[in-house]
Every structure is written in structure tokens, then in C-alpha cells.
């Protein structure tokens, strides 16, 4: 890096810090969500028509937990020092909203993953607007992961999430937090 002109140095140092927060904010809403969905399935898992939907997020979950542990790695990511936080949270609000029934349940999927849909938005905007190229398999992860992420919202939608008691109040509490948590994770 000490061959490298000013502007290489800044660049390189820019998107760097890029990655660091992405992966990072990343890696701990997948984490997140994974436990929102096991503390739902521990609540649920005899019900005959939402184990199985829950089940299916869950294992999209589970595996892109597994592509950030990756990204972590080979980028070298710090992980959130509030990662212990982020799990019993996640466990909790899932089995918490599950044993108000599964209609609170898929509230609470629907929203997270509203926001975690707009959040990915938000950073493929950041990747594209950077260097569409250099970024490229960041991108094409966070596309489909973002897509999935949608895709559970629908998958809520369909389910009954409106139908839950005081839906709109469960969605502002959920949604604001989920903010918050992004907020946090960028930065530490």
C-alpha cells in the first residue's frame, strides 16, 4: 500500500470501511433473525400450518448467518461487540411474539423484514453508486439475500400478520428497534 497514490490510499481505506460496516451490521441482523425464528419455532413447532413456513424462513436465515461468518472472515470483520445482545433479543422477541400466537408471530416477521429489505436496498444503492464492478459479488449476495428478505414479508403478509392484536403498535415497537440495532451495529 505505500506504492499507492493518495487517492488509491483513500479509496482503499473508504471502501474498506465500507465493507466493515456492512458486513458487520449485516452479519448481526442475520444473526438476529436467525434466533427470531428459532425462538418461534421452539413456540410453534406443533403448529401444522406455521412450522412448516417457518421452518423454510428459518433455513434462508441459517444460511446467510453462514455467508456473513464467511464474508467476516475473509474480509476480516469485526464482528459487533453486541452480539451476545443480538441473539438473546432475537430469541426473545421471536419466542415472546410466538406465544401471543402466530398471527404476532408473522407481525413480527413482517416487520423485520421490512426493514432489513429497505436496508438492503439501501446498501446495494451505496455499492452501486461506488463502483458496480468492484463490488460485484457483495452486490449479487445482498440482491438475493434482499429478495428472500421480501420474500418473508410477503410469506407474513399472506399469513396474517394484520390480523394480529394491536399490529400496527407490535410493527412501530419492532421496526424502531430493528432501526435502532442497525444503528448501533455500523458502529461497534
Not at 22 to 35: K, P, Q, T, Y
Not at 116 to 145: G, M, P, S
Not at 146 to 166: K, L, M, P, S, V
Amino acid at each position: 500500500m505505500s506504492k499507492m497514490s493518495s487517492s488509491a490510499k483513500y479509496l482503499y481505506r473508504r471502501r474498506r470501511q465500507l465493507y466493515d460496516q456492512m458486513i458487520r451490521v449485516n452479519h448481526s441482523g442475520e444473526l438476529a433473525a436467525d434466533r427470531i425464528y428459532w425462538g418461534q419455532m421452539l413456540v410453534l413447532k406443533n403448529d401444522p400450518k406455521h412450522c412448516p413456513v417457518i421452518q423454510e424462513m428459518w433455513d434462508q436465515e441459517k444460511h446467510h448467518l453462514s455467508q456473513f461468518e464467511k464474508l467476516v472472515v475473509k474480509h476480516r470483520v469485526s464482528k459487533s461487540l453486541f452480539e451476545p445482545l443480538w441473539s438473546v433479543c432475537g430469541l426473545a422477541l421471536g419466542a415472546t411474539t410466538a406465544a401471543m400466537g402466530p398471527q404476532a408471530a408473522m407481525a413480527c416477521t413482517v416487520a423485520v423484514e421490512d426493514v432489513i429489505a429497505k436496508h438492503y436496498d439501501n446498501q446495494l444503492r451505496q455499492l452501486i453508486d461506488d463502483d458496480l464492478e468492484e463490488h460485484k459479488q457483495l452486490i449479487e449476495t445482498i440482491k438475493q439475500f434482499r429478495d428472500e428478505e421480501q420474500h418473508h414479508y410477503d410469506t407474513g403478509i399472506e399469513f396474517g400478520a394484520q390480523n394480529a392484536f394491536a399490529f400496527k403498535l407490535m410493527y412501530t415497537v419492532i421496526s424502531n428497534g430493528c432501526r435502532l440495532a442497525i444503528k448501533i451495529a455500523e458502529k461497534i
